[in-house]
């Protein structure tokens, strides 16, 4: 709780970045933004947290104590959050904090999770998938850019994150490059294989232009560059294959 406190005190009054606050504290980066912004939802301001015990500011920001027993306590909206988790950039994290900022006497972050995964699986059935070790890898870029900041001058310049999992193991390569471009594209299929110690026997694309060039459910066409780097690597591209059309506009969608 203490830390919590120090971690607020050299953001906002030392102007301390969140690495160095970590590194004075002994914590990650990430503990630090996870407690700044959560006191930032919540409408905290220093002079607030210095009037508030440790056990107050506890309480502000994470909830009651798991032990504590006051009533029937706020259920929180699966529904919404559910729909929220499809937002770029949305966690669990953040809904409990917004939902702790709405209900105080709320429930803390593990209840919480706990209670939207329990909903989650009573929704649907899933089909059970089988991935044989070294048979496919999944390959897309994450739907956020991340931001690489230059050291010396500061300058933030936007990237792409291209991201590779191996099926069975859910083994994950991740590179930030420039551009979404064929040679990025190539050359991090590369630097994923190098990463694995060895060439998967299939990779399985989402079906972006980069690497399929005409996008199909059923016939979707491979780019050149991308099948030569497959027959050179002696592996196969497969695209993923889109949700299943609804309607005539599809049809248009695969000759265009």
């Given at each position: 709780m203490r830390k919590m406190r120090e971690m607020l005190r050299l953001k906002?009054?030392?102007?301390?970045?969140?690495?160095?606050?970590?590194?004075?504290?002994?914590?990650?980066?990430?503990?630090?933004?996870?407690?700044?912004?959560?006191?930032?939802?919540c409408g905290?301001?220093?002079?607030?947290?210095?009037?508030?015990t440790d056990e107050a500011l506890e309480r502000r920001l994470y909830g009651p104590p798991a032990g504590e027993v006051a009533g029937d306590r706020p259920e929180?909206?699966?529904?919404?959050?559910?729909?929220?988790?499809?937002?770029?950039?949305?966690?669990?994290?953040?809904?409990?904090?917004?939902?702790?900022?709405?209900?105080?006497?709320?429930?803390?972050?593990?209840?919480f999770c706990e209670r939207y995964r329990a909903w989650r699986a009573r929704q649907r059935l899933s089909m059970r998938q089988i991935h044989?070790?070294?048979?496919?890898?999944?390959?897309?870029?994450?739907?956020?850019?991340p931001t690489v900041v230059d050291a010396g001058t500061g300058e933030a310049t936007p990237v792409e994150l291209f991201v590779a999992v191996l099926g069975a193991s859910n083994y994950t390569f991740a590179v930030a490059t420039r551009t979404q471009q064929s040679a990025d594209w190539i050359a991090s299929h590369s630097d994923a294989a190098e990463y694995f110690g060895g060439v998967p026997a299939v990779w399985v694309p989402d079906q972006l232009r980069t690497g399929v060039t005409a996008p199909c459910r059923y016939e979707p066409g491979v780019q050149r560059t991308y099948r030569d780097w497959a027959a050179h690597y002696q592996t196969v591209v497969i695209p993923a294959r889109p949700a299943k059309p609804r309607d005539k506009a599809y049809a248009s969608y695969c000759t265009s």
């Open positions: 906002w009054v030392a102007e301390r970045s969140h690495r160095e606050a970590a590194r004075s504290l002994g914590v990650s980066p990430g503990a630090v933004a996870s407690v700044v912004g959560r006191a930032k939802v905290l301001t220093w002079a607030q947290v210095e009037a508030l929180p909206d699966l529904v919404w959050m559910h729909q929220e988790l499809r937002r770029p950039g949305v966690t669990l994290e953040l809904l409990h904090v917004e939902y702790l900022a709405q209900q105080p006497t709320g429930y803390r972050y593990s209840a044989k070790a070294g048979d496919k890898a999944f390959v897309d870029y994450a739907g956020m850019r």
